[in-house]
């Protein structure tokens, strides 16, 4: 490889062959797929996933549920900003809710943001 097709490389002009792949990966030590990225966009669908799922629980009123999912979500990725913004929040809200569920009358209704007292 000369320091011309590397250049290119840096530059985006041209692209490494896929020849070259494997041993540049193995110069670097890394594999392939971390070289290529591959972890990376795996790692960002999850990422969505976890968002959808989070914003499905949030819209159906399961609170608990989904602050177990953007716990487990954050545990997964706990340098990712946009989870933890979706856990933050939520941590506040089952606070909240706990606190007003010790002063109401007990009763056998599901937790929800429309349903905090019991009547």
Request: hydrophobic content about 35%; glycine content about 6%.
């Amino acid at each position: 490889m000369s320091p011309q097709s590397i250049s290119r490389w840096e530059r985006g002009a041209n692209y490494p062959d896929t020849e070259s792949i494997p041993h540049i990966a193995v110069y670097f030590k890394v594999t392939t797929d971390e070289l290529l990225g591959t972890e990376v966009i795996a790692g960002e669908e999850q990422v969505k996933e976890y968002e959808q799922n989070i914003w499905n629980l949030y819209s159906s009123g399961k609170i608990d549920e989904e602050l177990d999912e953007a716990r487990k979500a954050t545990k997964d990725y706990p340098t990712n900003l946009g989870l933890l913004g979706l856990l933050a929040p939520n941590q506040s809200v089952l606070l909240i809710l706990r606190m007003v569920q010790d002063q109401a009358v007990p009763c056998n209704k599901k937790r929800t943001m429309s349903n905090l007292h019991c009547s």
